[in-house]
């Protein structure tokens, strides 16, 4: 599918802003209510359907259209767009009853009961047909209806159930892998069966990598990794296929889950009109806004940068951690104002109206229990007068001269098991990398290896365990065209086959980082490293060995003492820098040089706690400053925002500084610079 996605996500103008809604929880008296709180809020589309099946097809042959046709005209009567579900996530009781081979196997043997959600096997054929079944239904009945704005394939793939071990999943697995290899010799080969005894006298002999005595082929469980995430998107294709074909006007999106480990989304982005996502940050944790900033960029840069959807967060409390702790007034606007300075063009939620039974009772909703007399509700409503004042917004676009490179088959092969330490965790190596650089307000891109890295000042690699020769490549070609590029450790590795490269780390990087690696040296738990700097690793170290590199940092205590931690090497303008270590937080002080170097600005000097961004658009040029902390601020407008501009928070003038209290927040459409300094 290919429709025209800017300026706006759907044909609804301005920024959406909604949630879920599950009427059929609810008499249908209660509808009339909710349509017209929904219009009271500035609630613009509501996610319907997402949990319908059973009330849509209550039996094998009877479907149950009407209720859905009366919510539609109610909502469309009241100004509200639907996305309507497929509503395939939950397959009822009589359809898994029917089949029950639909219901998933783990890699115990054990087949997970009905009675929850999310229980199917995604290779099932009776789970695929009864799906595409509803979805051709409800595309049929509802492609021309006047409230439909955007199809909501599935919900959330990949939760509770990413993967089936039933002998239909065998059997589609070795499908995929006649697919990859061809023949069984390459299958051995890639899988490296000469160990242990694997070896394969036919695919027909191969296995998903159930529950074993020890440790299961390393590379056997990447490609179930890789055959996993493809099995959910050819069901994931199929239904979007039926929706291109019987609705193609509409777009369609599925709720991506930020980032998540077993879908690779770079994958998944290029099936979808518009990238959506489900984003829950813990009000407990203090720096839950800078994960969330992380994965608001991921969003953001799978689709290239164009605006993406936010289609669920908590207006309050979730339901699911252990101890759910509830947004404190202000926190769910700062929150969602976020999500828009990084690129949002809708702020949605689950749920509209709270449940009143079933496992998320407890979880918060636009409309609480207590209904309009609750906090909650108070807060819904000033957010959609917020929102309402920033529609300009909509289409605008944020960017970046800093490129992180992000690729799921490397994070697949960084946490197989049998490693020289089980730490090493891709989302831990990453965000002391993210959070330096949220610290010193550079935004970044993620990138995906095959990238196009030529218009960045700078490269970013945390990690890169699993590393192609041909992917490193364009990054040797990158730092030889004058490029910036600071290599995280443990990198260049593995190859696509999870085999060590030739050699050993750092494999096909070594001529632009300029050095190899003699042996990895993990850091006992609760140990750390010194440099010389004063900076302190943890976790990892590395006995490296500089050809061409020179030593910018050494290792000041432990085995390594007097040996080179972090190098640099020069190729004419371009450098490659390599740390060799995990530094935490202490990696702040290395990427500052690196990104100096690169000519890297901060955005802007801002007091600690307030966040910045800009996005850029037909009606200008938008500062968002977001202050974090529990104290007021005050943010000099400087450089290329001296001149000010408008609040459009509040409609009053921004000039000098802009003063924030705890959890405020300003959208500043910045005066045109006299001085022509922004760029
Ligand atoms: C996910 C699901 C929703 C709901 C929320 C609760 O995002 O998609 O159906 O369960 O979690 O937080």
Redesign the pocket.
């Known amino acids: 599918m290919n429709h025209p996605a800017p300026p706006h996500l759907t044909r609804v103008p301005g920024i959406l802003y909604g949630g ?1 809604y599950n009427p059929e929880q609810w008499p249908e008296e209660v509808w009339a209510e909710d349509a017209r709180l929904m219009r009271k809020a500035g609630v613009t589309m509501v996610t319907v359907g ?1 949990f319908s099946w059973a009330r849509l097809q209550p039996g094998p042959d009877s479907w149950d259209f009407d209720w859905l046709d009366r919510l539609l005209d109610l909502l469309h009567a009241h100004g509200v767009a639907v996305d309507l579900a497929t509503a395939t996530a939950s397959p009822p009781a009589w359809l898994v009853r029917a089949h029950p081979d639909i219901l998933p196997v783990t890699a115990d043997g054990v087949r997970l009961e009905f009675g929850s959600r999310q229980h199917y096997c995604p290779s099932s054929p009776h789970y695929r047909s009864a799906a595409l079944r509803l979805t051709q239904a409800l595309a049929e009945r509802y492609a021309d209806h006047p409230a439909l704005a955007l199809w909501h394939i599935h ?2 793939y990949g ?1 509770h159930v990413t993967e089936c071990f039933c002998p239909r999943s065998a059997a589609h697995f070795r499908d995929w892998l006649r697919d990859r290899y061809g023949t069984v010799d390459a299958l051995n080969h890639a899988w490296g069966t000469a160990f242990w005894s694997q070896h394969y006298r036919t695919l027909d002999e191969i296995e998903p990598p159930r529950t074993a005595p020890g440790p299961v082929n390393p590379t056997q469980l990447l490609d179930w990794r890789r055959f996993c995430s493809d099995a959910l998107l050819a069901l994931h294709r199929a239904e979007r296929d039926v929706l291109a074909q019987l609705s193609p006007d509409t777009p369609a999106t599925t ?1 991506f889950m930020s980032m998540l480990k077993p879908l690779d989304y770079w994958t998944w982005a290029q099936h979808e009109d518009l990238v959506s996502d ?1 984003a ?1 940050p813990d009000p407990a944790d203090p720096h839950a806004h800078v994960t969330a900033s992380l994965n608001y960029d991921l969003m953001r840069s799978l689709k290239g940068g164009k605006p993406w959807l936010l289609l ?1 967060q ?1 207006p309050s409390a ?3 951690r252990p101890v759910n702790v509830p947004k404190k007034p202000g926190l769910q606007r700062l929150w969602s104002l976020q999500a828009l300075a990084r690129g949002a063009d809708g702020i949605m939620y ?1 749920q509209w109206r709270a449940s009143r039974a079933g496992a ?1 009772k407890y ?1 918060s909703a636009l409309l609480p229990h207590r209904g309009t007399r609750a906090r909650g509700w108070q807060e819904t409503v000033r957010f959609g007068a917020d929102l309402a004042r920033l529609g300009e917004l909509a289409g605008s676009r944020v960017t970046a001269d800093v490129a992180i490179v992000l690729d799921w088959h490397s994070w697949w092969a960084l946490e197989a098991d049998d490693h020289p330490s089980a730490r090493m965790r891709w989302p831990d190596l990453l965000r002391p990398w993210y959070t330096a650089l949220h610290a010193r307000r550079t935004t970044i891109t993620f990138v995906p290896p095959d990238a196009e890295l030529d218009g960045y000042r700078a490269v970013l690699a945390p990690n890169l365990h699993l590393l192609r020769p041909e992917h490193a490549q364009r990054i040797t070609a990158y730092v030889h065209g004058g490029g910036h590029f600071v290599c995280g450790p443990f990198s260049g590795v593995v190859d696509g086959h999870d085999h060590i490269h030739d050699g050993g780390a750092p494999g096909p990087l070594r001529t632009a980082l300029g050095l190899s690696v003699d042996e990895f040296w993990p850091v006992p738990d609760a140990q750390t490293v010194r440099l010389t700097s004063g900076a302190e690793a943890t976790l990892w170290t590395e006995w490296i060995v500089p050809e061409d590199a020179e030593t910018v940092d050494t290792y000041a205590s432990g085995p390594l003492a007097g040996r080179p931690a972090v190098t640099r090497n020069t190729h004419g303008s371009g450098t490659a820098w390599y740390v060799s270590c995990h530094l935490g937080h202490d990696i702040g002080a290395v990427l500052d040089r690196a990104l100096t170097a690169a000519g890297v600005r901060p955005l802007l000097d801002a007091p600690e706690g307030v966040e910045a961004t800009v996005r850029t658009g037909a009606h200008g040029t938008y500062l968002f400053l977001l202050n974090h902390g529990d104290r007021p601020t005050s943010t000099p407008l400087a450089g290329a925002y001296a001149a000010g501009g408008t609040d459009l928070l509040t409609g009053q003038p921004a000039h000098g500084h802009v003063h924030l209290e705890p959890l405020g927040a300003a959208v500043v459409r910045v005066h045109p610079d006299p001085q022509g300094e922004r760029t």
């Open positions: 879920d997402v919900n959330e939760d709720n489900d829950y669920e908590a979730v339901s699911w689950f998320e979880h």
